[in-house]
């Protein structure tokens, strides 16, 4: 079963709650969550015969950023909520 496709008003309708001025990035890879500055913004047809837009990353070096940040891979559930182990006594010198 294939997900629903976004389509370019419901792209505008998401984008129409965010802040005009700030930067659009890809979150890419689920496996090894990365965040990539996008540049682009291209028109085509499929095989089909559709309209279909992209969003492309830049081409520059710089165009991929590093991770995502951990609380954006949780909310698109690309990972789990990660909680720190408990705290147990430090051992000291000497066995005790």
Same mark, same amino acid.
């Given at each position: ?11 505008? #309708? ?9 930067? /659009? ?17 291209? +028109?085509?047809? #499929? ?7 992209? $969003? ?5 070096? #710089?165009? +991929? ?10 909310? $698109?559930?690309?990972? #789990?909520? /990660? +909680? ?13």
């Amino acid at each position: 079963m294939t997900s629903p496709e976004m389509t370019v008003g419901g792209l505008i #309708d998401h984008l129409s709650s965010c802040d005009p001025k700030a930067p /659009v990035r890809q979150a890419m890879n689920p496996f090894y969550p990365m965040a990539h500055r996008m540049q682009q913004v291209l +028109q085509s047809v #499929d095989e089909t015969g559709r309209t279909v837009v992209y $969003l492309a990353e830049g081409q520059d070096e #710089d165009a +991929q950023l590093g991770h995502l940040p951990p609380e954006v891979a949780i909310a $698109l559930t690309w990972q #789990d909520p /990660v +909680q720190a182990p408990p705290s147990r006594p430090r051992r000291r010198a000497g066995g005790n």
